[in-house]
Nanobody, 124 residues
Framework: QVQLVESGGGLVQAGGSLRLSCAAS????????MGWFRQDPGKEREFVAG????????SYADSVKDRFTISRDRLQHTVSLQMNNLKPEDTAVYYC?????????????????WGQGTQVTVSA
């Protein structure tokens, strides 16, 4: 059974940093793109960052560009999201996901497996 487990969320002041990690298990994901999404209550789940199977392509939402960095370790089946200069509007539940394709996609529908999410709260 496929499992994605996120960690690293928490409470931080504006301007601070957090590093989210996601560990995948249950099958081999080294040839698939991975991504991070976030969701506020009452809002649609939105794309945050994505990375291709080999890490060669990365994409970011405009709202996080130059502040967040996505990376992956294919051998360890993990994907991470380094979040710097956090803002209150970054507050959300963050989800990692795996797309059953090698190239990255920003579309939510392109992702097949999802984690349970980790809460990130940024205070003003």
């Amino acid at each position: 059974q496929v499992q994605l487990v996120e960690s690293g969320g928490g409470l931080v002041q504006a301007g601070g940093s957090l590093r989210l990690s996601c560990a995948a298990s249950g099958r081999t994901f080294s040839t698939y793109a991975m991504g991070w999404f976030r969701q506020d209550p009452g809002k649609e789940r939105e794309f945050v960052a994505g990375i291709s199977w080999n890490g060669g392509d990365k994409s970011y939402a405009d709202s996080v560009k130059d502040r967040f960095t996505i990376s992956r370790d294919r051998l360890q089946h993990t994907v991470s999201l380094q979040m710097n200069n956090l803002k209150p509007e970054d507050t959300a539940v963050y989800y990692c996901a795996i797309a059953l394709r090698a190239s990255l996609t920003t579309a939510k529908t392109g992702y097949r497996y999802w984690g349970q999410g980790t809460q990130v709260t940024v205070s003003a």
